[in-house]
């Protein structure tokens, strides 16, 4: 088990251009979401995929993003025509059901500056 | 819409408790997590209610009332590395979105 893995890191990138971050989550996990979390905010819900079905999706999520989880294992997040508003730090989790409700494991983030 | 409270700020010293609250106004309630953020890192997940009542996980312990729409995380024994933000988060369901407050700032002196 080696975690939910999220790159790039860190990416700075220019007012207008396109980013995509790639998160691989826990293999045995069938539950995958995304975050976005500011700074003194805690993380706001994104997506949420069950297996390759994006089954819900946050009236945050503009047209300018998208998500895919194309074979149900790992997802992407695209974000077209960034703006200044899009820095944050956009947070991978997957999850199982058990014992302890719906227990997400988040990744270690990966960090967007729009300049 | 969905809300959920905790106060912004505690200060304790070593080998204290801690109790931090968290009132929530949700549409739909499956149950309330607790969340740990060091600066820098990622949210990792603590403790769990489902059902009214206390879970104890060592040091950690968290409180559900759902009549009230509260919940509580007690921290015993407070250590320097205790020093972080703490997230209450409501489950919806038993999968899908969770909310998240806006977390409290823990801050362990010696």
Known sequence: DTGVSQNPRHKITKRGQNVTFRCDPISEHNRLYWYRQTLGQGPEFLTYFQNEAQLEKSRLLSDRFSAERPKGSFSTLEIQRTEQGDSAMYLCASSSFGKSGNTIYFGEGSWLTVV | ?110
């Open chain 2, 1 to 110: 819409g969905q809300s959920l409270e905790q106060p912004s700020e505690v200060t304790a010293v070593e080998g204290a408790i801690v109790q931090i609250n968290c009132t929530y106004q949700t549409s739909g309630f499956y149950g309330l997590s607790w969340y740990q953020q060091h600066d820098g890192g990622a949210p990792t997940f603590l403790s769990y209610n489902g059902l009214d009542g206390l879970e104890e996980t060592g040091r950690f312990s968290s409180f559900l009332s759902r009549s009230d729409s509260y919940g509580y995380l007690l921290l015993q024994e407070l250590q320097m590395k205790d020093s972080a933000s703490y997230f209450c988060a409501v489950d919806h369901t038993n999968a899908g979105k969770s909310t998240f407050g806006d977390g409290t700032t823990l801050t362990v002196k010696p």
